[in-house]
């Protein structure tokens, strides 16, 4: 069992930066990819970035690629989401997710933090 806590959201503007946090408990989530999502109203929640346990591997949605930049700390139970250059178009609520395995579909993800809130203005 997993339990997941997003902190770090809030509101910027266009061209700055801000840095998510997910702070995980149990003895295991050094085992777990760790995935981050977004939802934007009247949008499905969509791929974001994901680390596999190691952080050997990683994989990030195009549209964020050289933006964003996902990391884990498995001493401290905790993966980031450094996010760079924002625009408008990154305004959503973030969600991390848990599961074994790396994935990049949010139907694959056991475990899921409550979100937190990212919006940019322009």
């Known amino acids: 069992q997993v339990q997941l806590v997003e902190s770090g959201g809030g509101l910027v503007q266009a061209g700055g930066s801000l840095r998510l946090s997910c702070a995980a408990s149990g003895r295991t989530f050094s085992s777990y990819a760790m995935g981050w999502f977004r939802q934007a109203p009247g949008k499905e929640r969509e791929f974001v970035a994901v680390?596999?346990?190691?952080?050997?591997?990683?994989v990030y949605k195009d549209s964020v690629r050289g933006r964003f930049t996902i990391s884990r700390d498995n001493a401290k139970n905790t993966v980031y989401l450094q996010m760079n250059s924002l625009k408008p178009e990154d305004t959503a609520v973030y969600y991390c997710?848990?599961?074994?395995?790396?994935?990049?579909?949010?139907?694959?993800?056991?475990?899921w933090g409550q979100g937190t809130q990212v919006t940019v203005s322009s």
């Open positions: 680390i596999n346990w190691s952080g050997g591997s990683i």
């Open positions: 997710a848990a599961k074994a395995g790396l994935s990049t579909s949010s139907r694959e993800y056991d475990y």
